[in-house]
């Protein structure tokens, strides 16, 4: 399943795109709720990239907890900067059912003055040990992908407004 956000977030663009490089940003996100950050390794600055541990710490619709046990979601994720492209990829890996969930997506940022806006696409793939219901879950899962990264853009205008 595509799916496509589009959002404004409240800081310079050069701070938000930076800010997937830094560990203190991290730190802030860990805050979140329903995604806990287990650990990170620190960026390759020649490289550009970031990988990023997670746990889900939240509630799922009974559906998705028909086939994924919430207790188990937990993954690494992949982030590739690009600083001169002002875009960001993110593969995410799952430590358990890498067999049921495909996830990927990408951020482009546009320079609106002062702030910032987020371009989000992604694809989001669930493979059921049954032949339906995989679409039905597709579809709660990326609703629940696009509420975090609403709140994904209020830590980052957080985090941003700490580096003035």
Not at 5 to 13: C, H, L, M, S, T
Request: contains cysteine; charged residues 30%; glycine residues 6%.
């Amino acid at each position: 399943m595509h799916f496509e956000v589009e959002q404004k977030i409240d800081a310079p663009r050069d701070v938000v795109e930076r800010a997937f490089l830094e560990p203190g940003f991290y730190e802030v996100l860990a805050e979140m709720e329903d995604f806990k950050v287990t650990g990170t390794v620190d960026p390759d600055r020649g490289e550009d990239t970031v990988h990023v541990r997670y746990a889900f710490t939240g509630s799922v619709a009974a559906p998705v907890r028909a086939f994924i046990d919430p207790s188990k979601l937990s993954w690494s994720v992949h982030a590739e900067v690009d600083l001169s492209d002002h875009s960001t990829a993110f593969t995410l890996v799952p430590d358990q059912f890498a067999d049921r969930l495909k996830l990927s997506y990408a951020y482009r940022f546009l320079k609106k003055g002062q702030t910032t806006r987020q371009l989000v696409t992604g694809d989001l793939g669930v493979r059921l040990p049954i032949p339906v219901g995989g679409k039905a879950i597709e579809k709660a899962m990326a609703g629940g992908i696009c509420e975090h990264l609403a709140k994904e853009a209020r830590f980052i205008e957080r985090w941003a407004l700490d580096q003035r």
